[in-house]
């Protein structure tokens, strides 16, 4: 029965219903604000998911591998000349990470982790007829590597499936050795071990270079044509929250004393870049949320000051400044929250219209409209909160409004 | 159901009662000013009393101290046989809402309302909530001044009289012990004014409720039981009125 601050919002709603024309002024102040935030929001949030998906869609969230060789220094020993002034780092030669079985079965267990996959690769040529291409030579097992890279769903012609005597491999590559479907093609390996291979599969995973030089394979064949018996070069993870990659390398490197580069290291710049324009859409939001409070704090101090006498009858028939005050909130919290839903609607719209006719970087859609609830809600209790904020100072002085002289001098 | 909402209220002898009352403006500075020099007033429940003096003799002041708008610099005021000089302001408030009345000149209705919500507003803010006993008796009170076919008008749609009498309503929906009234008639022609005035004297007759009327208007005050007279901040007369029906 009892409705808390029925009475206060009672007032505070007829109060707007009777200032039309002001009321509807402070709305559309509010709606233009939210409509701008929501619109910068959802654009960049949208083309920063997409280039952050493009980005993880062609590699691994994680990438572990054997440490770097290095050169021990040479300790002068006493009463000895220096041997060598001069260090020459060492030249890497493809290694295999140590005891990975046991890590990759570790890996799995770990909670973060999503996929995990093992793959040999190296450095190999294909060659066909009179063509002759510097290739990488990936050797996976298809269906774990596919939870990593998704070559299953670019694939343009055949199947992702890998055997020993069939590969798969980009289309520029198949273009360049002008090879199709079923065609033959010969890889050749370190140290002069070769192998005649079947095309079974062409992908095309959007990015040139990959396009043009990754080959799969089974694990097994790649392993023998980089002379890697039994051995793999890299585990490559998938992890369930993209941007806890570095932390969870970190950790892993420590745990199994070797390299784990996450994707955030190899796309530092990207994300760099993001971060920068996070930053500075987050600067222009405040400003915006900054004037639009101020537009509410001033329109309500005006409709104080039009207020008063009514204020000091209120006042005279019992209301408390306490209620006073609270139908002036509720007002800032009202104003807030009807300018906000309409601003997001509003601003989602402009998303909408803007994808369907502005410039678009992809084919899939720039904008996931399932974030929009979320930013409609989001956006409304934050306006709310604001408006109740910036009627803070006018509610005070109306609250603080002496009835006698509000009375009388009107 | 108005006999009820009177039971928590404990009989006072006085609905007013003020002692050695003092108001003085700009306290310890050099244009300091008193304009009540020790007010000593009793009205008791049901008393029909009017108050005159010249312009500037302390009448405002005074009624805003009694209607709890305003403080005494000295003295205490009790209202329905409570001394409010140490209440807090939202005590006052309450008190305010639960015993008191008011009836202004110029009948500062909420223009945002409707005649029937204006009436019902003190009962609102003192329950925060809507009733349906106190919308009956809203529009009981509304029919009772003639005004059953305007409970749904604006105030703007209201002519003065009946702006008036709305507001009479108002002062009166809770029944409150003691009314009230600063110049109640002085903003409308002599026709309306004497029937607004009748009206004020039929609800004291009809609830009990003590009435303190402002007024400039000499035949206006004779109608009352009582009149007193305030002049430079002074308690000069206090006499019977020459009410013709009295007894």
Same mark, same amino acid.
């Given at each position: 029965?009892?409705?808390?601050?029925w009475y206060?919002?009672?007032?505070?709603?007829?109060?707007?219903?009777e200032g039309?024309?002001?009321?509807?002024?402070?709305?559309?102040?509010?709606?233009?604000?939210?409509?701008?935030?929501?619109?910068v929001?959802?654009?960049?949030?949208?083309?920063?998911?997409?280039?952050?998906?493009?980005?993880?869609?062609?590699?691994?969230?994680?990438?572990?591998?054997?440490?770097d060789?290095?050169v021990?220094?040479?300790?002068?020993?006493?009463?000895?000349?220096?041997?060598?002034?001069?260090?020459?780092?060492?030249?890497?030669?493809?290694?295999?990470?140590?005891?990975?079985?046991?890590?990759?079965?570790?890996?799995?267990?770990?909670?973060?982790?999503?996929?995990v996959?093992?793959v040999?690769?190296?450095?190999?040529?294909?060659?066909?007829?009179?063509?002759?291409?510097?290739?990488?030579?990936?050797?996976?097992?298809?269906?774990?590597?596919?939870?990593i890279?998704?070559?299953?769903?670019?694939?343009?012609?055949?199947?992702?499936?890998?055997?020993?005597?069939?590969?798969?491999?980009?289309?520029?590559l198949?273009?360049e050795l002008?090879?199709?479907?079923?065609?033959?093609?010969?890889?050749?390996?370190?140290?002069?071990?070769?192998?005649s291979f079947?095309?079974?599969?062409?992908?095309?995973?959007?990015?040139?270079?990959?396009?043009?030089?990754?080959?799969?394979?089974?694990?097994?064949?790649?392993?023998?044509?980089?002379?890697?018996?039994?051995?793999?070069?890299?585990i490559?993870?998938?992890?369930?929250?993209?941007?806890?990659?570095?932390?969870?390398?970190?950790?892993?490197?420590g745990r199994?004393?070797?390299?784990?580069?996450?994707?955030?290291?190899?796309? #530092?710049?990207?994300?760099?870049?993001?971060r920068?324009?996070?930053?500075?859409?987050?600067l222009?939001?405040?400003?915006?949320?900054?004037?639009?409070?101020?537009?509410?704090a001033?329109?309500? #101090?005006?409709?104080?000051?039009?207020?008063?006498r009514?204020?000091?009858?209120?006042? *005279?028939?019992g209301?408390?400044?306490?209620?006073?005050? #609270?139908?002036?909130?509720?007002?800032?919290?009202?104003?807030?929250?009807?300018?906000?839903i309409?601003?997001?609607? #509003?601003g989602?719209?402009?998303?909408?219209l803007?994808?369907?006719?502005?410039?678009?970087?992809?084919?899939?859609?720039?904008?996931?409209?399932?974030?929009?609830?979320?930013?409609?809600?989001?956006?409304?209790?934050? *306006?709310?909160l604001?408006g109740?904020?910036?009627?803070y100072?006018p509610?005070?002085?109306?609250?603080?409004?002496?009835?006698?002289?509000?009375?009388?001098?009107g | 159901?108005?006999?009820?909402?009177?039971?928590?209220?404990?009989?006072?002898?006085?609905?007013?009662?003020?002692?050695?009352?003092?108001?003085?403006?700009?306290?310890?500075?050099?244009?300091?000013?008193?304009v009540?020099?020790?007010?000593?007033?009793?009205?008791?429940?049901?008393?029909?009393?009017?108050?005159?003096?010249?312009?500037?003799?302390?009448?405002?002041?005074?009624?805003?101290?009694?209607g709890?708008?305003?403080?005494?610099?000295?003295?205490?005021?009790?209202?329905?046989?409570r001394?409010?000089?140490?209440?807090?302001?939202?005590e006052?408030?309450?008190?305010?809402g639960?015993?008191?009345?008011?009836?202004?000149?110029?009948?500062?209705?909420?223009?945002?309302?409707?005649?029937?919500?204006?009436?019902?507003?003190?009962?609102?803010?003192?329950?925060?909530?809507?009733?349906?006993?106190?919308?009956?008796?809203?529009?009981?009170?509304?029919?009772?001044?003639?005004?059953?076919?305007?409970?749904?008008?604006?105030?703007?749609?209201?002519?003065?009289?009946q702006?008036?009498?709305?507001?009479?309503?108002?002062?009166?929906?809770?029944?409150?012990?003691?009314?009230?009234?600063?110049?109640?008639?002085?903003?409308?022609?002599?026709?309306?004014?004497?029937?607004?005035?009748?009206?004020?004297?039929?609800?004291?007759?009809?609830?009990?409720?003590?009435?303190?009327?402002?007024?400039?208007?000499?035949?206006?005050?004779?109608?009352?039981d009582?009149?007193?007279?305030?002049?430079?901040?002074?308690?000069?007369?206090?006499?019977?009125?020459?009410?013709?029906?009295?007894?």
């Amino acid at each position: 029965m009892r409705v808390p601050l029925w009475y206060e919002s009672r007032l505070a709603v007829e109060f707007l219903r009777e200032g039309r024309a002001q009321s509807l002024l402070i709305i559309f102040g509010v709606a233009l604000g939210v409509a701008v935030i929501v619109f910068v929001l959802a654009l960049i949030t949208g083309l920063q998911d997409n280039l952050v998906e493009r980005t993880l869609g062609t590699q691994a969230h994680i990438k572990l591998r054997a440490p770097d060789e290095f050169v021990r220094e040479l300790r002068p020993v006493e009463g000895l000349a220096v041997a060598a002034q001069r260090r020459n780092e060492r030249a890497q030669r493809l290694r295999s990470i140590q005891n990975w079985q046991a890590i990759a079965e570790d890996l799995e267990t770990t909670p973060q982790i999503v996929a995990v996959s093992p793959v040999v690769t190296g450095p190999a040529f294909a060659r066909r007829g009179e063509a002759f291409k510097a290739i990488a030579i990936l050797g996976v097992d298809p269906a774990r590597y596919a939870q990593i890279v998704p070559v299953p769903d670019n694939m343009r012609a055949g199947v992702f499936r890998p055997t020993a005597t069939e590969v798969v491999i980009g289309d520029v590559l198949a273009d360049e050795l002008g090879v199709g479907l079923s065609d033959r093609i010969r890889i050749e390996g370190t140290d002069g071990r070769a192998g005649s291979f079947q095309v079974a599969g062409i992908f095309n995973l959007g990015v040139r270079d990959l396009d043009e030089r990754f080959v799969f394979l089974p694990l097994r064949p790649a392993q023998t044509l980089l002379d890697l018996p039994g051995g793999i070069t890299n585990i490559d993870v998938t992890i369930d929250e993209i941007f806890a990659a570095e932390a969870l390398a970190r950790e892993l490197s420590g745990r199994y004393g070797i390299t784990a580069e996450s994707w955030m290291q190899t796309s #530092a710049q990207l994300l760099n870049a993001l971060r920068a324009q996070s930053e500075s859409t987050q600067l222009i939001q405040s400003f915006v949320g900054v004037s639009v409070a101020f537009g509410i704090a001033s329109v309500l #101090a005006v409709s104080v000051v039009q207020r008063r006498r009514e204020i000091g009858i209120l006042r *005279a028939m019992g209301t408390t400044s306490n209620q006073v005050m #609270a139908v002036f909130l509720i007002q800032g919290g009202i104003v807030g929250l009807i300018g906000s839903i309409i601003g997001a609607v #509003a601003g989602l719209g402009m998303v909408q219209l803007f994808t369907s006719i502005g410039p678009r970087p992809t084919e899939e859609a720039l904008f996931d409209i399932n974030a929009g609830v979320g930013l409609i809600v989001g956006a409304s209790i934050l *306006a709310t909160l604001t408006g109740i904020i910036a009627a803070y100072f006018p509610a005070r002085r109306a609250a603080l409004v002496d009835p006698v002289t509000a009375i009388r001098d009107g | 159901m108005a006999e009820q909402a009177g039971l928590s209220r404990q009989p006072a002898e006085s609905v007013l009662r003020l002692r050695a009352v003092r108001k003085r403006y700009g306290e310890g500075t050099p244009v300091e000013t008193e304009v009540l020099h020790g007010i000593d007033l009793d009205v008791a429940p049901g008393e029909f009393l009017a108050m005159v003096g010249p312009s500037g003799s302390g009448k405002s002041t005074l009624l805003n101290i009694i209607g709890l708008l305003d403080r005494p610099s000295d003295g205490e005021v009790w209202i329905d046989g409570r001394a409010t000089r140490e209440l807090p302001d939202t005590e006052r408030s309450r008190l305010r809402g639960e015993s008191l009345g008011f009836v202004f000149q110029f009948h500062h209705l909420l223009s945002a309302f409707s005649a029937l919500d204006n009436v019902q507003l003190p009962r609102w803010a003192a329950m925060g909530r809507r009733d349906a006993d106190v919308q009956a008796r809203a529009q009981e009170l509304l029919a009772a001044v003639g005004l059953a076919d305007y409970t749904q008008r604006r105030p703007k749609e209201l002519s003065g009289g009946q702006q008036q009498r709305v507001a009479i309503c108002r002062a009166l929906i809770h029944r409150p012990p003691l009314v009230l009234a600063d110049e109640p008639t002085g903003n409308l022609d002599t026709e309306t004014s004497a029937q607004a005035f009748s009206l004020l004297r039929r609800f004291n007759r009809e609830f009990g409720c003590a009435f303190i009327i402002v007024t400039h208007d000499p035949d206006l005050a004779e109608g009352c039981d009582r009149v007193i007279e305030l002049i430079d901040g002074h308690l000069v007369t206090d006499r019977a009125g020459h009410a013709p029906d009295q007894g």
